[in-house]
Every structure is written in structure tokens, then in C-alpha cells.
């Protein structure tokens, strides 16, 4: 994720309570409440199998019971199947795991009672250089450190699975998929393992809008989509922070990223999982909220899926960047766009 080793709060919703923004997702509807709640569940939508990035609060900080209730119902109500939750990052400034977890287990044993559907996957933040911008992922210590955080998230945390985001792996590095064997390794095969890739930034054709600061061939080839996706049982495409500055050129763009993630995966034999980012983040370097709206992004997708024709099979859902972010109407526009059958 773009700024993701930045403040905390800023970066992660690390300080946004979270009562007054369900409060206006969940109980918008004061009357008639039940009405509400069945309006979200029916008809059962096409895709129930997506995903929210959430913030390194609910696992930093003591969160009442009625808040973990609260989110559960609403992710479960939403359909998202998956919640990635920050936990920490390998710091850059030495090779430690940022302490933000104090909380974790009790925070991962309410939401199952509250949303026994909802997978609950430790996010881990893997910066691939440090403070002095040393690369790393070739250290086996390095490694070895990352695959033993991440089995620690499952068995002493209790997560579901691990959602691993390492920046930034070009095109055929041999590291990454070093380090996803690692981690299979030290957490088990029925585990779920999910990692965060790059979209191509910029593939070089004239059909494929670019922002001005993507580099021509700043993309992962077919093979390195596929020995990477070879390895884990989910990707999750960032398809966001593109640069580009018209709605128009970023649909473009992410129906070419759905496209070829899809033609990609849906060539292996390990029946990988692929989970499309979109944006509600905040505006940022890269990123224009005007441009990147959840509309575009949304629709980007489904041209994607038309045009990866049986490859989009391999397609569960979307991915909404972030939750921390994502108010009450974007929530409606993600319920009107892509939970109701088209």
C-alpha cells in the first residue's frame, strides 16, 4: 500500500472511533431497522467473497464489545468475507516487529463470535529496504523473521490467515517467492496465505492510460504473476494509485489490471483466489479521489471481468482501501455497484 510505513493514525485510521462512523453505516435507518438489514442481505450478489483493509486500531487499542459487534455485523451484512487487519510492519530502522498488537487476540476471538463468516488475516507490513535504503529480502534472516511473526499471528493470535504486503519486489526477483515458501512453511498448508502484488503500472501500450511518473514496463510479466500466485492462496491487486487524472483513463486502467491478474492466475493448477483493491482512501501522492472514485474503480472491474471472459472465474470480490475511510455513502455505491445482481 502506498505511505504504508507513514503515522499510524494517518495512515491506518489509528485513531478514528469507530461507534459514530457505524453508527451512520449500520444505524442510518433509526425505524424500521429490520427493513434495513434485509434490504443488504437480499438478493444473495454475485460476488460474496469480498475483502476490507482495516486499521492497526482494532488490534493496537482496547475496543469495547459493542464495537467488535458492531463492525461484525456490518462486514457480515456487507458481504466481506475478508478482513485484513493491520497488525504491524518489520521496522525499517532495525529488523523488529512495530509492537502493535497488543490486543490482538481478544480483538480476533470477538469478531469471530460476532462474524463467524468472516475470515480474520493478519496484515504484515514488509518494507524490502530499510531506513538507508538497503535492500533486504535477500537476508535468509530477514526471512526467517517475517515466516516466524507470521506463524505467530495464527497461533498465538488466532488469526485465520496472513495477508503479506511487501514493498516494493520488481518483475523476477527471486527473493519474494523465497519468502512465501518461508512463510508456508512456518504456518501450514490448510492456512490461508494472501499476499498484496503491484498492478502493472505502466505496460507500454497506447490503449493502456499511464500517470506521468510510472516508468514504461513497470509491470510483473505473465510468469512472475503466475510464480508468485503459485505460492499463496490469494492475491490482492492494488488497483489504485495509478496517477492518472480522469475517471475515464483509470476504468481503463483497472479493467486492463483485472484482465490480465485473471488471464494470469487462471492459468495455475492451485486454484488461486484473486481479490481486486479499490480505493476510498483519502486524497494522497498518486492517488486523485476525483479520478480514483470507487464508481471508476468499480467499473473498471466489471469491464475487466467482461473482457478476461472464463478467466474471471478466478475473481472472488473486491477489496475496499480502507475501512477507516470508506464513509456511508460509499458503502451504499458499494452495495448499489457491485452487491446487486446487474
Known sequence: MNGLYGDPARRRGGGSPLLPMLAGVLLTVAVGAGVYWVALRAPEPAFVRNAVWLGVTWVNDPHADEEIRLLGEHL??????????????????????????????????KLKA???????????????????????????????????????????????????????????????????????????????????????WNPGLPEVPAGEAADVGAVWSTEYKQRVGALVDQVALMAYNSGLDTAADYETWVAYQVEQYSTALAGLDNSVELIVGVPTYAEDPGH???????????????????????????????????????????????????????
Do not use: M
Open 76 to 109: 457480515s451484512a456487507n458481504h466481506v468475507r475478508y478482513a485484513y487487519v493491520y497488525v504491524s510492519y518489520l521496522r525499517v530502522d532495525r529488523t523488529e516487529w512495530n509492537p502493535t498488537y497488543d490486543h490482538a487476540r481478544t480483538f480476533v476471538r
Open 114 to 200: 460476532a462474524a463467524p463468516d468472516v475470515q480474520a488475516l493478519a496484515w504484515l507490513g514488509v518494507p524490502a529496504r530499510t531506513e538507508d535504503g538497503t535492500y533486504r529480502l535477500d537476508s535468509a534472516a530477514v526471512r526467517r523473521r517475517v515466516a516466524q511473526f507470521a506463524a505467530r499471528t495464527v497461533e498465538q493470535f488466532d488469526f485465520d490467515g496472513v495477508h503479506v504486503n511487501v514493498e516494493s519486489v520488481l518483475d523476477g526477483n527471486d527473493d519474494l517467492p523465497l519468502l512465501l515458501e518461508q512463510v508456508r512453511d512456518e504456518i501450514g498448508p490448510d492456512v490461508l496465505l494472501s499476499i498484496a502484488v503491484p498492478p502493472d
Open 288 to 342: 486523485d479521489e476525483l479520478a480514483e472514485s470507487l464508481r471508476a474503480a468499480l467499473d473498471g472491474v466489471r469491464d475487466g471481468l467482461q473482457r478476461a471472459g472464463p478467466a474471471s472465474s478466478v475473481v472472488g470480490g473486491i477489496g475496499l482501501y480502507a475501512f477507516w475511510d470508506t464513509d456511508a455513502v460509499e458503502w451504499a455505491l458499494y452495495r448499489e455497484l457491485w452487491l446487486q445482481p446487474q
